[in-house]
């Protein structure tokens, strides 16, 4: 049980898990009659109710509109933000409504029990602060070797400066509908000064065909290896390199969906209307996804084409982890034994994209096929993006477009 001091006197609340979820439940204020015992009665009663499963999440109704002089109250930010955000459960992608999800559960904590007109720009500065602070004893912490950990044992790992902006920019959506419905006159999230200088990001991408090759070597050799479970993850890297697919559309994939006669892939899960889209096969990945259909046991149409052990469709994390992360590792050692660059830091499935950005360029796709191949939607975008790749020697281009045009190179690797 929770009581929070304000101007016009003490609010009550309750903070609790219910279904593997992290709560938080404002009651009210002690002019609409909560005392510190009814609170803490209503407190037994919810726990009562989530133990037995009986407890579900209230209907958010918009708090009534009493005057104080001539100054309407308006809603808790806590409330406010937290119905904003569950209505749109099914309204908007998937991964978006995550996101917003995620980004709630960084500002509730300190914003919960403001009136939404109580955050003004020094409010906003004072939580970008918060979360600096906050990231640095995370990071100390972890250097001392004892980490913070949330209330389901995970460690508490510091944001950078990207991800605290991300959730000022939750932030700035949330109070930029406060704005609309009429709660406040102006959005005080707004604007570059409310948020942290980012460093310059470093354009992250697989160099040569060397690379390339050490990579899916790497899964080769992990696939072989019996002390890794995952078995299929040359078929998977090699979807990213060589199609293109982000990793939402690849955990999504279907059988159906991959035209291995006419050598093409059909991305009907995307997160936007230009996601959807045809990518061509080049030769290498055909036959790679032809041995993978071979020797899989969900092969039917309707099967995903990359599940867990479990059968499940894979999540960008899973991707990410489990999959590419000992691939990187055994590639890199691969391509020292072979006296080679080893691969960059910071590749992840959805930097495998510019790796195949390049082969496309390399293999002579002109501007607008590469733009409709990655599935973006305005061609001045993946110019920006992927210009510097046009301007490769003649011999590396070769080299590239040998690779993914002699797909028998891969099926004839055999690691003991």
């Keep these: 049980m929770l009581e929070r001091y304000r101007r016009r006197g003490t609010v009550y609340a309750l903070r609790f898990r219910a279904y593997g979820e992290r709560r938080y439940l404002t009651l009210g204020e002690e002019a609409e009659g909560w005392t510190r015992e009814s609170a803490e009665d209503e407190l037994r009663r919810v726990l009562a109710d989530v133990k037995c499963g009986f407890w579900v999440?209230?209907?958010?109704?918009?708090?009534?509109?009493?005057?104080?002089?001539?100054?309407?109250?308006?809603?808790?930010?806590g409330p406010f933000a937290t119905a904003l955000v569950s209505v749109r459960a099914g309204q908007v992608a998937e991964g978006t409504f995550e996101y917003l999800k995620w980004g709630l559960a960084h500002l509730l904590p300190y914003f919960?029990?403001?009136?939404?007109?109580?955050?003004?720009?020094k409010a906003v500065d004072l939580y970008r602060e918060h979360k600096v602070e906050e990231s640095d004893a995370h990071r100390r912490a972890i250097e001392r070797g004892e980490p913070h950990r949330d209330a389901s044992g995970r460690v508490r790992r510091p944001l950078s400066p990207s991800s605290i902006n991300k959730t000022i920019?939750?932030?700035?959506?949330?109070?930029?509908?406060?704005?609309?419905?009429?709660?406040?006159s102006k959005n005080p999230a707004q604007g570059p000064r409310r948020r942290l200088r980012e460093p310059p990001r470093r354009r992250v991408?697989?160099?040569?065909?060397?690379?390339?090759?050490?990579?899916?070597?790497?899964?080769?050799?992990?696939?072989?290896?019996?002390?890794?479970?995952?078995?299929?993850r040359r078929a998977i890297i090699a979807t990213l390199v060589l199609a293109g697919l982000r990793a939402e559309e690849l955990g999504k994939l279907l059988w159906r969906q991959v035209d291995l006669a006419n050598g093409r892939i059909r991305v009907e899960h995307s997160k936007t209307q230009a996601g959807l889209r045809e990518v061509g096969l080049v030769p290498a990945l055909r036959d790679i996804l032809v041995a993978h259909r071979a020797?899989?046991?969900?092969?039917?149409s309707?099967?995903?084409?990359?599940?867990?052990?479990?059968?499940?469709?894979?999540?960008?994390?899973?991707?990410?982890?489990?999959?590419?992360?000992?691939?990187?590792?055994?590639?890199?050692?691969?391509?020292?034994?072979?006296?080679?660059?080893?691969?960059?830091?910071?590749?992840?499935?959805?930097?495998?994209r510019?790796?195949?950005?390049?082969?496309?360029?390399?293999?002579?796709e002109d501007p607008a096929s590469v733009t409709y191949q990655l599935g973006h939607a305005d061609p001045a975008f993946t110019l920006r993006v992927y210009g510097h790749m046009m301007r490769r020697g003649s011999a590396e281009r070769a080299r590239l477009k040998a690779m993914v045009r002699h797909g028998a190179r891969f099926q004839q690797l055999a690691f003991k």
Excluded at 114 to 120: K, N, Q, S, T, Y
């Design 354 to 364: 510019h790796t195949f950005a390049s082969i496309l360029i390399a293999c002579g």
């Design 295 to 300: 020797g899989g046991q969900l092969t039917d």
């Design 205 to 232: 991408y697989l160099d040569t065909a060397e690379q390339i090759e050490g990579l899916l070597d790497g899964a080769a050799q992990l696939d072989c290896d019996p002390l890794y479970r995952c078995s299929d």
């Design 112 to 121: 919960a029990d403001f009136d939404l007109p109580e955050i003004d720009i």
């Design 169 to 184: 920019d939750v932030l700035r959506w949330v109070l930029s509908v406060a704005c609309e419905y009429g709660h406040i």
């Design 57 to 77: 999440l209230p209907m958010r109704r918009p708090r009534p509109q009493r005057k104080r002089g001539c100054v309407a109250v308006t809603p808790a930010f």
């Design 302 to 352: 309707a099967d995903p084409v990359f599940p867990t052990r479990n059968g499940r469709p894979r999540d960008k994390d899973n991707l990410r982890f489990r999959v590419l992360a000992p691939a990187l590792e055994r590639a890199d050692e691969l391509l020292a034994q072979r006296g080679q660059v080893p691969l960059p830091n910071g590749v992840s499935p959805h930097k495998l």
